[in-house]
């Protein structure tokens, strides 16, 4: 096959950017290692900034998002029984919105499909080549059979064990990583959330995150270390557990009721730049990856979108490369902000087992500044909402 764009992984990034383009009459194939099934089946993370809304609903996906979305006005940040709540939309104007990464995904599959987008799943053994030339092509294998798809550009949205950042040359693209000594164990229940808004609860056996998916669906999680099975903790631990992280007031009012869902995720701040090699173009978790506690990692797959669908519209329009060229640098900008926020977040409401007292009255001493700040708690409400593409 022939194509413009061959898009490497059928998540958010890759099906968001193969929706754009071919709004904006590029062609693109997206290859996926998985089935579609497997895909839309992936529990994930779902607080929407205001501006990945609006690409949504430039993209024309955002119908089912707007009708059964839930739309944040705060946020709340709880130490021990101090609960200090931030207005997102009175400090900014703008809010974020619930619509979990699984709906998201089933979006994305249906408009492609509508507009007879191809989209190859179950797609394995995907190798690139020549992509520092100008006639870059993939190899992969389907169903049994050799597959190649010729292409002008590859854009890698394959996530962090993708093939596509590994396809450049040694050296070519460098990495940083900072890796957290612990994780989140999260369970899913078919509970009502405790409260309307999330609630990000610091305390001194840990940290703990109040999230939703919808009014009958709840998301939980406990900081635990890295290491922790699941299968240790049976559903009354958690609850348990849960409980005594929060506020007495929360705790009392806390729905429980079987695990739906139950996983332990590693926290990890990594960056890989630049963000291109020749005609290979990353983006999303093949390029970074963000501590949850910001909220930032499906968001920013979404600002990549935004400015390589941006520059690849341009170089077939206009047959201007120069944002392609700038599609690295304008993309770090944003991720760095973005690493600083979920860092910063990350280190206020999280137990670290090398913390000397001395550190953990910074921490007491940091809440109390953003309580007395609007300017403190407008900082932290630019960021929660999403700083400007």
């Known amino acids: 096959m022939r ?27 997206v290859l996926e290692r998985q089935s579609r099934a497997h895909v839309e089946g992936r529990i994930r993370a779902g607080v929407l900034e205001d501006q990945f809304q609006t690409l949504l609903r430039r993209a024309g996906v955002a119908d089912r998002m707007d009708a059964q979305g839930e739309l944040h006005d705060g946020v709340t940040l709880a130490m021990g029984e101090r609960r200090l709540r931030i207005d997102l939309r009175g400090l900014t104007g703008r809010t974020v919105c619930i619509w979990g990464q699984t ?10 499909e509508a507009r007879g987008g191809a989209v190859l799943d ?6 690139l080549h020549d992509i520092e030339g100008e006639r870059p092509w993939v190899s992969y294998r389907r169903h049994g059979t050799e ?4 292409c002008d550009f590859v854009a890698g949205c394959d996530g962090y064990h993708g093939v596509s950042r590994r396809s450049a040359p040694p050296g070519r693209i460098g990495t940083r990583e900072l890796v957290y000594p612990f994780g989140w164990l999260g369970v899913l229940s078919e509970t009502p959330p405790v409260e309307r808004e999330l609630i990000y609860s610091a305390h001194a056996r840990g940290f703990a995150l109040c999230s939703m998916r919808s009014r009958t669906l709840s998301r939980y999680y406990v900081q635990v270390p890295a290491d922790t099975h699941p299968e240790a903790w049976p559903d009354e631990r958690f609850w348990n557990e849960l409980k005594t992280r929060l506020p007495d007031e929360v705790a009392a009012r806390l ?9 332990v995720a590693p926290l990890r701040s990594f960056v890989a730049s630049p963000m291109r090699h020749g ?23 979404g600002s990549d979108v935004h400015y390589l669908s941006e520059a690849l519209i341009a170089w077939y329009r206009d047959g201007d490369a120069s944002p392609l060229e700038a599609y690295s640098d304008r993309a770090l900008g944003r991720v760095w902000k973005a690493q600083r926020f979920s860092w910063w977040m990350t280190r206020l409401l999280h137990n670290f087992d090398d913390d000397p007292p001395f550190e953990r009255r910074l921490k007491e001493a940091e809440f109390d500044y953003l309580a007395g700040s609007e300017a403190a708690q407008t900082s932290l409400a630019e960021n929660y909402v999403g700083l400007p593409y």
Do not use: C, M, W
């Open 103 to 112: 709906e998201l995904t089933r979006d994305l599959f249906a408009a492609r």
């Open 122 to 127: 179950e797609a394995g053994e995907v190798a």
């Open 255 to 263: 729905a429980t009721g079987p695990a739906v869902e139950k996983s």
């Open 147 to 150: 597959g190649r798809l010729d």
């Open 3 to 29: 194509t413009q764009v061959a898009i490497i992984g059928a998540g958010p990034a890759g099906l968001l950017l193969s929706q754009l383009l071919d709004l904006a009459g590029v062609d693109s194939v």
């Open 279 to 301: 005609r290979l173009f990353l983006a999303g978790d093949a390029a970074h990856i963000v501590p949850p506690t910001g909220a930032k990692g499906l968001n920013l797959a």
